[in-house]
């Protein structure tokens, strides 16, 4: 937790929009400039791994396939964010189009292949030819002989984001090299470089550095891009230092390649961090606050409308939209003045002024107060209502809220205690009683982190909204049985034993974006959806194929035994003995009323099938009914609405 390198804000997905300020929601757009380079080491393939799967990408084509996917995702998911690429180290030269008129090259082999602009179409096919066609990238990729400097290439991509995105709360620059030392016998290159990235960290910029390693060399952050690279440090003077993290080697041994792993590590990074709720007070003690954010890490993704779009005209438009208040009786327009909320109570309205409405709905300031500790323990997995949320130290209202947090989060993790808080998330919120779960942090193979460490809100159910779970019926397998599905289970465990949920998207949502792709970018329909949820059949056949038919014949064999066990035991007039080895134990099991020994004549099958046939099943009494349906091994429980269905589909379906 010393290690402050380690506290990354977390990548977000967008919150509901009802739970989100209005304003801030329409501004918080993302701009993203890529900026790749392009040299004769960035041109060379690594080596194959493995003779079987060869890496075919250079880093450059990697890198550029890289922002042709981001953008085909953004332009449908992200449609008013900006997004451009900028290759710095070419033969050629070329800037925005009005440095172009006047003749002037201000920045000197860098080549601006899209500018920053919100994607469309165009923008979309060109990066498409250049990533597919190789003749084109050859004639473009051609590395210059003279060095380039990187202050230049820093200060072109600010005068982008100056000139292109002057106004978005998040603008990040993200840098594809596999240089780590581009001035090692030039110093005022270097510190000129550095001033220029300490001009864009103060315009708001945020500089991402991917970098590629070698198999014969590592990356290493420490010979120039330590003084390029802002890590996020708390405002603290009296905390510890950042600490460079090393990047793992591109070509590993496992044959991962070199487009899969630079994708994966440009996604952990393309989705802007959006706070659920910023600089809320966290109050530890009596007159003891400190300020955190809160995000939430897991939500279902959805495909979301945008806008209508009006068809019947000469070319489509976006409609605008108007809400009018309509009364049911005489079809007027209601005024707003007119509308007045009220909660009926004992037959009666009672009406509420829009003051007296905001005085019930306020449960005092958001903020988050712990009341007490408990011990992990006590927490049960069935206490959580909905999605927990993630919370994060900020120094924006109190100084030193990192060290103060990171403190707390080391002592519930060493104690094994969560603290119990009252939550209130935003103003007129509802209030929560959360629990406050340290949550310690998560590194891939590779070192790169998955999980931030830091806290977990979790809401904490009230006395009414737990409920009795319905009974149900107990059946114990025998041990054999038991013994024989462990062996299947084993068999079809996961590589490693991990489940990670980014290499299973939503096939629905992908297919929807699939189609809107196609149909923006002019493109045949595709004609089924890629969908990776679906198991794979002749792998598991292949492993546990054998061993699923053996415990189907153990299953079959076991279940004659204990039919047998019961047709005697009933004939003789005794109940099975509880607590034989083989016994397969019913607990919990209603006893379902007959119509035995109230007087009721039982119903035969010739019967019933001929009330069927003359539609008077629903005349017959409901012990009855129960009495039949039992007989023949169908389910008794419902209305005899239900039970009158039960017996019809019966006969119906012969």
């Known amino acids: 937790m010393a290690d402050e390198n380690k506290w990354k804000p977390p990548g977000e997905e967008e919150e509901e929009e009802e739970e989100l300020d209005e304003t801030a929601y329409k501004s918080a757009k993302d701009a993203v400039l890529f900026v790749i380079e392009v040299s004769e080491s960035m041109l060379t393939a690594p080596p194959p791994v493995d003779a079987k799967k060869q890496e075919r990408d250079t880093p450059t084509s990697a890198a550029l396939k890289c922002a042709y996917a981001l953008m085909q995702q953004r332009i449908i998911s992200n449609p008013n964010d900006m997004m451009g690429v900028l290759l710095y180290g070419t033969e050629q030269s070329k800037f925005q189009?009005?440095?172009?008129a006047r003749g002037t090259l201000a920045y000197p082999h860098c080549y601006l292949l899209t500018d920053l602009d919100i994607p469309a179409a165009e923008d979309v096919k060109a990066l498409r030819s250049l990533v597919e066609d190789e003749e084109e990238s050859k004639k473009l990729l051609v590395p210059s002989k003279d060095r380039v400097s990187m202050a230049n290439v820093l200060f072109c991509a600010n005068q982008i984001f100056t000139t292109k995105a002057p106004n978005f709360n998040s603008r990040r620059l993200f840098i594809v090299t596999d240089h780590d030392d581009p001035h090692e016998k030039d110093k005022a290159l270097k510190s000129s470089a550095a001033v220029r990235a300490k001009d864009l960290y103060d315009l708001g910029v945020i500089i991402e550095l991917f970098p590629i390693s070698r198999p014969n060399h590592e990356f290493d952050r420490s010979k120039f891009y330590d003084d390029i690279i802002y890590n996020a440090r708390p405002m603290d003077p009296e905390a510890p230092a950042p600490i460079s993290g090393t990047t793992a080697p591109t070509s590993t041994s496992d044959g991962i390649s070199l487009l899969?792993?630079?994708?994966?590590?440009?996604?952990?990074?393309a989705v802007a961090r959006r706070a659920l709720f910023s600089s809320v007070p966290f109050e530890i003690g009596p007159g003891f606050k400190i300020s955190v954010k809160g995000y939430i890490i897991f939500k279902r993704q959805e495909p979301k409308r945008?806008?209508?779009?009006?068809?019947?005209?000469?070319?489509?438009?976006?409609?605008?939209?108007?809400?009018?208040?309509?009364?049911?009786?005489?079809?007027?327009?209601v005024e707003k003045v007119e509308i007045k909320k009220a909660y009926k109570f004992g037959g009666e309205q009672i009406t509420f002024t829009p003051e007296e409405v905001s005085v019930l709905r306020h449960f005092g300031d958001p903020g988050i107060r712990i009341i007490g500790f408990k011990p992990q323990s006590m927490l049960p997995v069935w206490a959580n209502l909905k999605q927990s949320t993630f919370i994060y130290p900020s120094e924006d209202d109190y100084v030193g809220s990192t060290r103060v947090f990171s403190a707390l989060q080391q002592k519930l993790l060493k104690d094994k205690k969560i603290a119990v808080a009252w939550f209130v998330a935003r103003k007129n919120a509802s209030p929560v009683v959360a629990?406050?779960?340290?949550?310690?942090?998560?590194?891939?193979?590779?070192?790169?982190?998955?999980?931030?460490?830091?806290?977990?809100?979790?809401?904490?159910?009230?006395?009414?909204?737990?409920?009795?779970?319905?009974?149900?019926?107990l059946i114990r397998a025998p041990d054999t049985l038991i013994d024989s599905m462990r062996v299947v289970v084993q068999q079809l465990q996961l590589p490693k034993a991990v489940y990670d949920p980014h290499k299973y998207p939503n096939p629905a949502l992908q297919w929807h974006y699939r189609i809107l792709q196609a149909m923006a970018l002019e493109e045949d329909l595709p004609e089924k959806p890629e969908d990776k949820t679906i198991p794979k059949y002749k792998q598991i056949d292949k492993r546990a194929g054998s061993y699923i038919i053996d415990w189907g014949h153990e299953l079959h064999r076991r279940y004659e035994e204990w039919r047998k066990e019961n047709e005697s035991s009933a004939v003789l007039g005794k109940r099975p003995t509880p607590g034989g080895k083989d016994e397969i134990a019913v607990r919990g099991a209603k006893k379902t009323k007959t119509g035995e020994g109230d007087g009721t004549p039982e119903i035969d099958d010739a019967q019933m099938k001929k009330a069927f046939e003359k539609q008077s099943v629903g005349k017959m009494t409901i012990p009855q009914l129960r009495t039949w349906l039992q007989s023949k091994g169908m389910p008794v429980s419902g209305k005899k609405a239900q039970l009158v269905e039960r017996v019809e589909g019966h006969f119906e379906q012969k």
Not at 97 to 100: D, T
Request: glycine share 6%; with cysteine.
């Open 97 to 100: 189009e009005e440095e172009q």
């Open 306 to 333: 945008s806008c209508y779009v009006w068809l019947e005209g000469e070319k489509p438009q976006i409609a605008a939209g108007v809400t009018t208040q309509m009364a049911d009786d005489t079809a007027r327009t």
């Open 435 to 473: 629990a406050i779960i340290p949550g310690a942090e998560k590194l891939d193979e590779n070192g790169a982190q998955i999980t931030p460490p830091g806290m977990w809100l979790c809401p904490l159910p009230f006395a009414d909204d737990i409920r009795q779970n319905p009974e149900t019926t």
């Open 260 to 269: 899969h792993s630079l994708l994966s590590s440009i996604n952990s990074k």
